[in-house]
């Protein structure tokens, strides 16, 4: 991997303080391999969007950039205001743009329906302040009613103010090198970067992919389905195949590579160097 390419990590704020420790320690391992950033998601539930102010301002303080996640599920103009400002105010530069998911039991999805009104939104209150990245689905989001309807609103999130995108994982290259293509079609110039999702066991991958609709191919279904209770071989087979996609991915001209880390290190890190970055 060249060093003109960049690389960040995702994780996802812990519920409990033995949860705060580990991704401590995940982080500090993560940290030597000198990310761009780490993003942190953002929950619909009140005190999930506290943990992630809090996991946002700790990475802040150890002096690594962050990028909370924002998104439109319950959320108010207000709220999301007073959130802007904080980070603002705590140095953030890059937020992470989102629609979300409606938990069940939650009736409406807030004051925004939409990614890009949530862009605009953050554009019309913090001018060029931050660094907007939205999501995009090479494989088409599962609600999309086509894959046309879906590259348009990816183009109407872009237009609204998003500086760059990070893509569902996928395991599929084509399908990433074919929505980029469409993209750039419909005059989307700016960077794309591929989400990747490290295999560690595979059902759990398998439970994720089919909320998500990030379909897994039938090869690697039956392969890893063949090792059952084998976590060793699942993983082994999950590194060359991850670290091979990725490789293909930026020796194609990919901006660089996004971790959905789960808030694990090891196979992140495995991957990254095998691709040639060391700590």
């Not at 060249?2 to 991704?23: I, R």
């Not at 400002?85 to 004051?111: C, F, W």
């Not at 759990?204 to 090869?219: H, K, V």
């Not at 490789?247 to 095998?274: D, W």
Request: aromatic share 10%; proline share 4%; hydrophobic share 40%.
């Amino acid at each position: 991997m060249s060093q003109n390419k960049s690389f960040s990590f995702e994780f996802f704020p812990p519920q409990t303080a033995e949860g705060m420790e580990k991704l401590t320690a995940t982080r500090k391992q993560l940290a030597m391999l000198k990310p761009e950033f780490f993003s942190v998601t953002f929950g619909a539930g009140g005190s999930t969007q506290e943990r992630t102010l809090e996991t946002v301002l700790q990475i802040k303080s150890e002096g690594h950039d962050a990028a909370p996640h924002l998104s439109c599920v319950g959320s108010t103009r207000e709220n999301i205001r007073a959130l802007l400002q904080t980070y603002k105010n705590a140095g953030i530069k890059r937020i992470v743009a989102l629609r979300g998911d409606l938990p069940s039991g939650m009736a409406s999805i807030g004051e925004f329906q939409y990614a890009n009104e949530l862009v605009s939104f953050i554009r019309a209150e913090t001018g060029e302040h931050f660094h907007i990245e939205v999501a995009a689905y090479p494989e088409f989001h599962p609600q999309a009613k086509s894959a046309r309807d879906d590259l348009l609103n990816f183009k109407r999130k872009m237009s609204a103010g998003a500086n760059s995108a990070i893509t569902q994982y996928f395991y599929n290259a084509d399908a990433y090198f074919r929505f980029v293509e469409e993209s750039r079609k419909l005059g989307v110039t700016a960077p794309i970067v591929p989400g990747i999702m490290p295999i560690v066991r595979f059902s759990q991958l398998a439970r994720f992919s089919d909320a998500c609709g990030a379909e897994i191919p039938r090869w690697m279904r039956k392969t890893l389905e063949g090792y059952g209770d084998d976590v060793e071989s699942v993983q082994a087979f999950g590194l060359d195949v991850v670290t091979q996609l990725c490789e293909k991915l930026l020796a194609a001209g990919a901006p660089g590579v996004h971790f959905y880390t789960l808030n694990q290190a090891k196979a992140s890190r495995e991957i990254l160097q095998r691709l040639g970055y060391h700590a």
